[in-house]
């Protein structure tokens, strides 16, 4: 198990001396990596989760070297690389199965950092390696922000009641319910693609290659084979309306479009079809006008929730947690409500880029037609996978640098 169940009396007591109390609501990527490393610099911030406990086995997840600084200041590194394995090559193949192109990922790998494949469980032990403390089944049933801080009601199994926080970070993912509390975080922008996804998990095969992500983009289907340590992680996408049937009839009907197969395929369309009942993903993301007040920021999903067109949002949720707990360290001296508006001013751009990135893809990959699927494959035949993650190779190229930020806060203060 990830993290470790505690009570919220504990949590609170020992959060009562911090310079800024502060409150995490969601334990998911976001919330657990912005824990951690408050944590780490000494404060004792309260961490809640709706659910009721972190048991799920979760999905497969793509972690660019976005992630790295903060797999290194939590001191987890050797931990995350024994709990993942490298993705070194990315293989797209047509709506028939055939192979377009494979690309080695060594451009963005050895210049930038790792790029791992690791199942988001994994990920959750890997962040709260030292402790990972969470109060589960608990959620906010209001929240009332006022010039000194926030008052916010905790709903538990049990109960309910009231705390003053000087911070409420909002890390309950892409559908948060705690964002609607925040009066000001401005409408939701929303990019619904009318498709949908199953994820399952397949069995690797004896020919598998162990460090290759591969897609197949289909005319009307998707199928996407990723490898985790000791399994391949599947999704299977296709429009909504036609995954109504259920996935033994939308299984058959990609197998009729296949021309080539291959056992990691084969795996991978059996493994959605042995669930009766397997995961299913709205694919659709939303962009927050707002991502900050005086007292409360928006992390993660929460702020931007992704399509996982790209493979990115755990990315950059991981680093915004890092940029914000490295500004949220000088908040005592610097001003908590500056250094949020700072952050807000640096992270959000970035966060966006690659979020647009991911919507790009979208409208690439999620396509019906198969004349569109044919002149699509041409085009891919001529682009690499670096090209066309142009914008994300782009933030690597230009990292975040929190430490700047908080002096340009400072700057910004005097003037
Ligand atoms: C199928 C799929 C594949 C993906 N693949 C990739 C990939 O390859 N690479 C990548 O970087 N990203 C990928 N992503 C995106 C990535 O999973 C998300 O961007 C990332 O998990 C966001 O982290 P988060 O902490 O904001 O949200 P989450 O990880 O969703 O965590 C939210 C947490 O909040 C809790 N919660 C929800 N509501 C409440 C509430 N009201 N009160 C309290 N707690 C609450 C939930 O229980 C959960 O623990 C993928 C997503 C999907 C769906």
Same mark, same amino acid.
């Given at each position: 198990?990830?993290?470790?169940?505690?009570?919220?009396?504990?949590?609170?007591?020992?959060?009562?001396?911090?310079?800024?109390?502060?409150?995490?609501?969601?334990?998911?990527?976001?919330?657990?990596?912005?824990?951690?490393?408050?944590?780490?610099?000494?404060?004792?911030?309260?961490?809640?989760?709706?659910?009721?406990?972190?048991?799920?086995?979760?999905?497969?997840?793509?972690?660019?070297?976005?992630?790295?600084?903060?797999?290194?200041?939590?001191?987890?590194?050797?931990?995350?690389?024994?709990?993942?394995?490298?993705?070194?090559?990315?293989?797209?193949?047509?709506?028939?199965?055939?192979?377009?192109?494979?690309?080695?990922?060594?451009?963005?790998?050895?210049?930038?950092?790792?790029?791992?494949?690791?199942?988001?469980?994994?990920?959750?032990?890997?962040?709260?390696?030292?402790?990972?403390?969470?109060?589960?089944?608990?959620?906010?049933?209001?929240?009332?922000?006022?010039?000194?801080?926030?008052?916010?009601?905790? &709903? $538990? @199994?049990?109960?309910? /009641?009231? +705390?003053?926080?000087? =911070?409420?970070?909002? !890390?309950? %993912?892409?559908?948060? *319910?705690?964002?609607?509390?925040?009066?000001?975080?401005?409408?939701?922008?929303?990019?619904?693609?009318?498709?949908?996804?199953?994820?399952?998990?397949?069995?690797?095969?004896?020919?598998?290659?162990?460090?290759?992500?591969?897609?197949?983009?289909?005319?009307?289907?998707?199928?996407?084979?990723?490898?985790?340590?000791?399994?391949?992680?599947?999704?299977?996408?296709?429009?909504?309306?036609?995954?109504?049937?259920?996935?033994?009839?939308?299984?058959?009907?990609?197998?009729?479009?296949?021309?080539?197969?291959?056992?990691?395929?084969?795996?991978?369309?059996?493994?959605?079809?042995?669930?009766?009942?397997?995961?299913?993903?709205?694919?659709?993301?939303? &962009? $927050? @006008?707002?991502?900050? /007040?005086? +007292?409360?920021?928006? =992390?993660?999903?929460? !702020?931007? %929730?992704?399509?996982? *067109?790209?493979?990115?949002?755990?990315?950059?949720?991981?680093?915004?947690?890092?940029?914000?707990?490295?500004?949220?360290?000088?908040?005592?001296?610097?001003?908590?409500?500056?250094?949020?508006?700072?952050?807000?001013?640096?992270?959000?751009?970035?966060?966006?880029?690659?979020?647009?990135?991911?919507?790009?893809?979208?409208?690439?990959?999620?396509?019906?037609?198969?004349?569109?699927?044919?002149?699509?494959?041409?085009?891919?035949?001529?682009?690499?996978?670096?090209?066309?993650?142009?914008?994300?190779?782009?933030?690597?190229?230009?990292?975040?640098?929190?430490?700047?930020?908080?002096?340009?806060?400072?700057?910004?203060?005097?003037?």
């Amino acid at each position: 198990m990830a993290a470790r169940a505690q009570t919220l009396a504990a949590q609170l007591a020992r959060a009562a001396d911090d310079p800024i109390r502060t409150l995490v609501v969601g334990a998911g990527v976001a919330g657990m990596a912005v824990a951690e490393m408050l944590r780490q610099q000494g404060w004792h911030p309260v961490v809640v989760d709706r659910a009721r406990d972190d048991r799920a086995p979760g999905y497969m997840l793509a972690l660019m070297p976005m992630v790295d600084s903060l797999i290194a200041d939590l001191g987890v590194r050797d931990r995350y690389l024994a709990e993942s394995v490298e993705l070194s090559r990315y293989r797209l193949r047509d709506r028939t199965g055939r192979e377009v192109r494979t690309d080695s990922l060594a451009a963005v790998v050895d210049r930038y950092g790792d790029y791992r494949g690791i199942s988001r469980s994994s990920l959750q032990e890997v962040l709260s390696a030292s402790g990972g403390e969470v109060t589960f089944e608990t959620t906010v049933a209001a929240l009332v922000e006022h010039p000194e801080g926030v008052q916010v009601r905790l &709903r $538990t @199994a049990e109960t309910e /009641t009231i +705390h003053d926080f000087d =911070l409420v970070i909002v !890390a309950d %993912g892409i559908r948060s *319910t705690t964002r609607d509390l925040i009066p000001g975080s401005g409408p939701l922008e929303k990019v619904d693609t009318g498709w949908g996804g199953w994820v399952a998990w397949a069995e690797p095969t004896d020919d598998d290659e162990p460090d290759l992500g591969e897609e197949i983009w289909g005319a009307g289907f998707l199928l996407g084979t990723y490898p985790v340590k000791g399994a391949i992680g599947a999704i299977l996408c296709g429009p909504a309306e036609d995954l109504a049937a259920g996935p033994q009839d939308f299984v058959r009907h990609v197998r009729s479009q296949l021309r080539t197969s291959s056992p990691r395929i084969e795996s991978a369309l059996a493994a959605v079809t042995a669930e009766p009942d397997p995961y299913y993903w709205p694919l659709d993301d939303a &962009r $927050t @006008a707002r991502w900050t /007040t005086a +007292h409360t920021v928006l =992390l993660g999903d929460a !702020a931007a %929730g992704f399509l996982p *067109t790209a493979g990115i949002g755990a990315g950059m949720a991981m680093e915004s947690a890092w940029v914000l707990a490295r500004m949220l360290a000088h908040a005592p001296e610097v001003g908590l409500a500056a250094l949020l508006a700072e952050y807000e001013r640096v992270q959000k751009p970035r966060v966006e880029a690659a979020q647009g990135n991911s919507r790009e893809l979208a409208r690439l990959m999620f396509r019906r037609s198969r004349t569109l699927a044919v002149v699509r494959a041409w085009v891919m035949r001529a682009m690499s996978v670096t090209v066309a993650l142009g914008p994300i190779v782009r933030l690597l190229q230009n990292p975040p640098d929190p430490e700047r930020a908080v002096a340009e806060t400072e700057v910004r203060a005097a003037r």
